[in-house]
């Protein structure tokens, strides 16, 4: 595990932001720059009238929801997989009764 520690400028909606990370992080931090940008970019582009201020909430806005369906995603999962799991074993007990 490399844990070094330096730093990254990024660039988020037109500022510089030097990031100090752990190495192994560091396209994530740069992934989720670009992901920043192509998001703003693309609101812009749908948006023109609107005040950048409002674009920038609108993207934040956007990878909110995102974080909120990865938890919905991480609570419910256990439960779908004990479904999927009871379901399998009630298939085998009809198939065994007919």
Same mark, same amino acid.
């Given at each position: 595990? @490399? #844990?070094? %520690?330096?730093?990254? @400028?990024?660039?988020? *909606?037109?500022?510089?932001?030097? %990031?100090?990370?752990?190495?192994? #992080?560091?396209?994530?931090?740069?992934? *989720? *720059?670009? @992901? $920043?940008?192509?998001?703003? #970019?693309?609101?812009? /582009?749908?948006? &023109?009238?609107?005040?950048? =201020?409002?674009? +920038?909430?609108?993207? &934040?806005?956007?990878?909110?929801? /995102? *974080? =909120?369906? +990865?938890?919905?995603?991480?609570?419910?999962?256990?439960?779908?997989?004990?479904? =999927? +799991? %009871?379901?399998?074993? %009630? #298939?085998?007990? $009809? @198939? =065994? +009764?007919?």
């Amino acid at each position: 595990m @490399n #844990d070094e %520690l330096f730093t990254i @400028n990024v660039n988020l *909606a037109g500022h510089r932001f030097p %990031l100090t990370i752990n190495r192994q #992080d560091e396209q994530l931090y740069r992934n *989720a *720059a670009k @992901n $920043l940008k192509e998001k703003i #970019d693309s609101y812009r /582009e749908r948006h &023109a009238q609107l005040p950048y =201020e409002s674009v +920038l909430v609108m993207s &934040a806005y956007h990878f909110a929801i /995102e *974080a =909120e369906k +990865l938890k919905y995603r991480e609570n419910v999962g256990p439960v779908v997989e004990k479904m =999927e +799991l %009871l379901n399998t074993e %009630l #298939d085998k007990y $009809l @198939n =065994e +009764l007919q």
